[in-house]
């Protein structure tokens, strides 16, 4: 059996799944929010430095694992917000070496992506929408192919531009 812990700290919601055999046991997660404006990217990393130990043991207790079980940490390397992203990484380093176990970086884009692939279709064509990223992308021949992208703002980022404008706060908190 094979168990990897999986990382999440892109942006606003700091997560931790636990896969044993290519099978999701848990997947528990927090969110930051505000009351108006979009994500502070400094305020978003000191929330998931304040849950990450409490997210942490929340998805062991759901998956019924014990820590030593793990086999490797997997985790958010990027596409994403810096300060958050860092959170998560050091995170991950600590478990990383309190459990000697290794580190597997995940791009964030191709993790969504992957889903496409998941749900049985072969060579999908998909349109990515994620903060600063909107692409139409396709898989075909073993690669992801890029057909067209925004250069300028992407979908998540004009709905926050947007949301900041009208003064409302961003998202609500989610939790497991």
Same mark, same amino acid.
């Given at each position: %059996?094979?168990?990897?812990?999986? $990382?999440?700290?892109?942006?606003?919601?700091?997560?931790?799944?636990?896969?044993? /055999?290519? #099978?999701? $046991?848990?997947?528990?997660?927090? %969110?930051?929010?505000t009351?108006?404006?979009?994500? $502070?990217? %400094?305020?978003?990393?000191?929330?998931h430095?304040?849950?990450?130990?409490?997210?942490?043991?929340?998805?062991?207790?759901?998956?019924?694992?014990?820590?030593?079980?793990?086999?490797? $940490?997997?985790f958010?390397?990027?596409?994403?917000?810096?300060p958050?992203?860092?959170?998560?990484?050091?995170?991950?380093?600590?478990?990383?070496?309190k *459990?000697?176990?290794?580190?597997?970086? +995940?791009?964030?884009? +191709?993790?969504?992506?992957?889903?496409? #692939?998941?749900?049985?279709?072969?060579?999908? +064509?998909?349109?990515?929408?994620?903060?600063? /990223?909107?692409?139409?992308?396709?898989?075909?021949?073993?690669?992801?192919?890029?057909?067209?992208?925004? *250069?300028?703002?992407g979908?998540?980022?004009?709905?926050?531009?947007?949301?900041?404008?009208?003064g409302?706060?961003?998202?609500?908190?989610? #939790?497991?």
């Amino acid at each position: %059996m094979v168990t990897i812990l999986g $990382i999440e700290s892109t942006a606003h919601t700091f997560g931790v799944g636990v896969v044993r /055999n290519g #099978k999701v $046991i848990s997947n528990v997660r927090d %969110m930051y929010t505000t009351e108006s404006g979009g994500i $502070i990217p %400094m305020d978003s990393a000191k929330h998931h430095r304040e849950v990450s130990e409490k997210i942490y043991e929340r998805a062991l207790k759901e998956a019924k694992v014990d820590e030593n079980e793990i086999d490797a $940490i997997a985790f958010s390397q990027g596409p994403g917000l810096p300060p958050c992203l860092i959170e998560g990484i050091k995170f991950a380093k600590k478990l990383s070496e309190k *459990l000697n176990k290794p580190l597997v970086p +995940v791009n964030h884009c +191709v993790a969504h992506l992957e889903i496409g #692939k998941a749900t049985g279709a072969r060579d999908p +064509v998909l349109l990515y929408c994620s903060g600063a /990223n909107t692409q139409v992308i396709s898989y075909a021949s073993g690669k992801y192919r890029i057909f067209g992208e925004t *250069l300028d703002t992407g979908v998540g980022n004009f709905i926050d531009n947007f949301a900041r404008k009208l003064g409302i706060g961003f998202s609500r908190r989610t #939790k497991n």
